[in-house]
């Protein structure tokens, strides 16, 4: 059974930072394009970032200079760092994994987490 569960997220205040986690058991995530997206209120999901199999990644422009993915292959995780939360961040934080190449379309992520909130506020 494929599972992607999400962990970290929690109120912040703006400035702050959060490491958010995704554990995955089912697949391997080094072998398996894992993505990070969010989903505000009222808003249509978007995809933030997402690690290729082969180590590269790739980020939303506008996200990139807070918003970094990573992976530990030996823990079969995947994690995202957000630095200087702003709350326009505020949202419900998904991992995903698209086990099919090629690679790299936002659509093409069918395996989901839960999701984990995030909301920052003052």
């Known amino acids: 059974q494929v599972q992607l569960i999400e962990s970290g997220g929690g109120s912040v205040q703006p400035g702050g930072s959060l490491r958010l986690s995704c554990a995955a058991s089912?697949?391997?995530?080094?072998?398996?394009?894992m993505a990070w997206f969010r989903q505000a209120s009222g808003k249509e999901r978007e995809g933030i970032a997402y690690?290729?199999?082969?180590?590269?990644?790739t980020t939303q422009n506008s996200l990139k200079s807070r918003f970094k993915i990573s992976r530990d292959s030996d823990k079969n995780m995947v994690f995202l760092q957000i630095n200087n939360l702003e709350p326009e961040d505020t949202a419900i934080y998904y991992c995903?994994?698209?086990?099919?190449?090629?690679?790299?379309?936002?659509?093409?992520?069918?395996?989901w987490g839960r999701g984990t909130q995030v909301t920052v506020s003052s």
């Open positions: 995903a994994a698209d086990l099919r190449p090629p690679y790299g379309n936002w659509h093409d992520f069918d395996i």
């Open positions: 690690i290729h199999p082969l180590g590269y990644t």
């Open positions: 089912g697949i391997t995530v080094r072998n398996s394009c």
